[in-house]
């Protein structure tokens, strides 16, 4: 196991959104002991379900622009834009645009556990042990998320 890998070594994996969501993203991943890395590409009419998880999650719009919403607030995010999403809050994106939105997302601690974590490609030197314990997992939940997207005339 490396502590490199080359961009055409990352696997691009398409995630579809579990029932409820609409779309799928492109998503490239890495991790390490403390923390986890992905590009994604989330296309127009992307809509990620209502979810927490125990990463806290920082965000930097690489190209496009894309909603997410956080404990019932709203944030129009544009290229440029860094955005974080404390762990265990409420949260959901959608790409309302007409192009692709291309995002860089940093979890601490790495977000690999369940379906997060396929394709994830770990960053480790030979002989380095990996220390992740009890990697955090999307946990859905039932929202209200139109109320709050209307709240901001999205709906």
Known sequence: MPLH???Q?????????PGGGSGSMGVKKVYGNEC???VAVR???????PHY????????????ENWWFIDGAAYRCEKGDFLRIPANKIQ?????????????EAHA????????????????????????AEPPTNIYVEHDF????RKYGLR
């Open 5 to 7: 890998l080359k961009s």
């Open 9 to 17: 070594d990352a696997k691009e994996r398409r995630r579809p959104q």
């Open 36 to 38: 986890s890395l992905m």
């Open 43 to 49: 296309p127009p009419g992307y809509h990620s379900r």
């Open 53 to 64: 998880h125990a990463s806290d999650q920082i965000v930097y719009v690489l190209e496009g």
């Open 92 to 104: 959901w994106d959608w790409n309302r645009s007409g192009a692709d939105c291309t995002v860089v």
């Open 109 to 132: 601690p790495p977000m690999i556990g369940g379906v997060s974590g396929d394709g994830a490609f770990a960053l480790f030197h030979e002989g380095e042990a990996r220390r992740v």
């Open 146 to 149: 139109e109320s709050v997207e």
